[in-house]
């Protein structure tokens, strides 16, 4: 709710200024007319005051009322001000809420403006009000207004003719949902002004038409038994006075028409009653008198009980067309508000538009009490309306993107703006937590299954380091027994050399199984490798010790060379070999062969 343009005016109430200001807005004393609860003034009278600018012209007694009421509000004053606890004011003040313009006329005001004063001349009906703390509408609205109007929290409501024993007091609150509702009612208020038209005509009350009088009857005997009246021409009058009357009466005029005129036709029956009565008394039988009597008679009462009928057949049919009205404007009024809010829609309005006209008599003030209805169903269908326009809103901009959490929200949306606000939230917010909770349990899973994995792919990858390690180990001891056997061989060629120190290094060589694969060469085997590792093959110096450690001079068959170059030939073939992949199948490098042939020919030049 936006309340702009709050203004305090320096005009005294009652004189001409504040009559003007007044003219410029909506005031507090018109709100209960425009809401329908007024006991002085109508809604429609209102509206047609509102619409032609002409105010109502008060009567003597009605002015009289006005000074006694400002003469007891001056004399109450002090009273009130002791209720109050401080001095009150009188005030005008106005303001705009969202774009409609209000005036309130206060009897009185705080000088801090949170307390505010309204009182009414005694009236014992009012005081019993007062003293149960349950006002009528008519005096609630107006102090809704005030308090709206001033921003005051409460109002003291005070009924009294001045004096202390007539005078009695109440507090009333301002109410946030009671402003709301006032607005509402100013603003169909409005709108029923701005489509506003002048009924036609018809200031004065309803009333039957002049019609001429039926003539007596008159019937009398003389003494020749001959009939001397005026049956004839009483009953040409009578089929006059028929036709002259409404056959389908629509305005309280023609409807009073049609009972005077059904009372003088059952005053005409009376009247032929009584004539034939005369006539009869006077003779015995006058047969044509009576035929014409009861012709007359029978017309009367069938044209009277026949009008009689259409009278209160076209009340109920008017009484209808009225509600039917009423009821097809309320749905147009509901329609464009569905058009707008789709694919919302309103709930049902209820109103009682029959029970609104139950005991009217006269049409104006049946179609006063169907506007007013109709009116109050608007500002209820509107207010709907509203609730709806800002729970949608709301929704869009809390719950964009979570359409599928709301599937009812067409029952939903009707509830009241916090509320809805609420539940949203609550909504979104336990969404959310359900979803972070599901992304939670996600990365947990995926972050077991990647552990999980990791644990796998480390359990491989050391069973792979183990299976590797023990397969080296493995390979390593085949080496060093590859190793072993080598040099055991070695051994048991050195021991062989020395024992036949005649064989040649060829025979040597053959002497070594193990080896005999590895004698394919492109030297002949009678060369002398010379040159092995770590000074292997080298020919010994003179006096130097054998490769045996004792100093023994071991020497070939020729006498030439020792034959520890042909140790470390076979040593070198050995070893080459028994490296390689399979030992039984030798496989050496082209590296072991360019060793080899640097060895045979170091040997050959030993020689």
């Known amino acids: 709710m936006n309340i702009t343009n709050r203004i305090t005016h320096d005009v005294q109430q009652g004189t001409g200024p504040w009559l003007r200001l007044r003219e410029g807005f909506d005031t507090a004393s018109e709100a209960p007319a425009a809401l329908g609860v007024g006991r002085y003034t109508t809604r429609a009278e209102l509206l047609r005051r509102k619409f032609t600018g002409i105010s109502e012209d008060h009567s003597p007694a009605t002015l009289g009322k006005f000074a006694a009421g400002h003469e007891a509000e001056a004399r109450a004053r002090p009273l009130a001000e002791a209720n109050v606890g401080g001095e009150l004011f009188p005030t005008t003040m106005t303001c705009e809420v969202d774009g409609v313009p209000l005036l309130a006329s206060l009897d009185g005001q705080t000088l801090e403006g949170d307390v505010i004063w309204e009182t009414k001349l005694w009236n014992e009906g009012l005081a019993e009000q007062v003293r149960a703390g349950t006002l009528d509408p008519h005096y609630t609205v107006q102090m809704d207004q005030e308090l709206l109007v001033s921003g005051a929290e409460r109002c003291l409501f005070t009924c009294t003719d001045g004096t202390p024993e007539r005078y009695v007091a109440c507090w009333y609150e301002a109410d946030p949902e009671k402003f709301a509702a006032l607005l509402a009612g100013w603003r169909q208020f409005r709108a029923d002004l701005a489509a506003y038209q002048l009924p036609e005509a018809s200031a004065e009350p309803a009333r039957a038409e002049p019609m001429e009088s039926l003539p007596s009857v008159s019937v009398r005997l003389d003494g020749a038994l001959s009939v001397v ?349 028994n490296n390689d992949r399979f030992p039984s199948h030798p496989k050496p490098h082209k590296g072991w062969w360019d060793e080899l042939k640097v060895l045979m020919a170091a040997a050959e030049a030993a020689q």
């Open 229 to 577: 009246g005026n049956l004839p021409t009483f009953a040409e009058a009578l089929r006059a006075f028929i036709a002259r009357m409404p056959t389908k009466p629509a305005s309280d005029t023609e409807f009073a028409t049609c009972d005077a005129a059904c009372k003088a036709l059952k005053k005409a029956e009376e009247a032929l009653d009584a004539a034939e009565s005369g006539a009869l008394a006077s003779i015995t039988d006058v047969e044509s008198m009576r035929r014409m009597v009861a012709d007359c008679r029978k017309l009367a009462r069938d044209t009277r009980l026949a009008a009689e009928k259409m009278v209160e057949r076209r009340k109920v049919e008017i009484k209808e067309q009225a509600v039917l009205s009423a009821r097809k404007a309320l749905d147009a009024h509901v329609a464009g508000l569905n058009a707008e809010i789709a694919p919302m829609c309103l709930q049902p309005v209820l109103v009682d538009l029959p029970g609104a006209i139950k005991g009217l008599r006269s049409f104006d003030s049946m179609q006063n009490a169907l506007d007013t209805a109709l009116a109050g169903a608007k500002i209820t269908a509107d207010a709907q309306a509203k609730v709806i326009r800002a729970n949608v809103a709301e929704f869009k901009d809390k719950a964009a993107g979570l359409e599928f959490l709301f599937a009812d929200l067409g029952q939903i949306v009707h509830k009241a703006v916090e509320d809805f606000a609420l539940l949203v939230r609550a909504r979104v917010d336990a969404h959310k937590r359900a979803e972070a909770d599901r992304l939670e349990a996600e990365r947990q899973r995926i972050r077991a299954e990647e552990e999980a994995k990791a644990q796998r792919k480390a359990a491989e990858e050391l069973a792979a380091a183990q299976a590797e390690s023990a397969r080296l180990e493995a390979l390593a001891e085949a080496n060093r027994r590859r190793q072993q056997e080598a040099e055991q061989a070695t051994q048991r060629a050195i021991e062989q050399a020395k024992i036949t120190p005649t064989q040649d290094s060829q025979q040597v060589l053959k002497a070594e199984p193990e080896t005999a694969d590895a004698t394919a060469r492109e030297t002949p085997a009678t060369t002398s490798p010379v040159g092995g590792p770590m000074g292997v093959g080298q020919a010994a110096a003179e006096g130097s010790s054998s490769p045996t450690g004792r100093g023994e001079d071991v020497t070939t068959a020729a006498g030439a060379s020792p034959v520890s170059p042909f140790a470390d030939l076979l040593a070198h073939l050995h070893a080459g070999i």
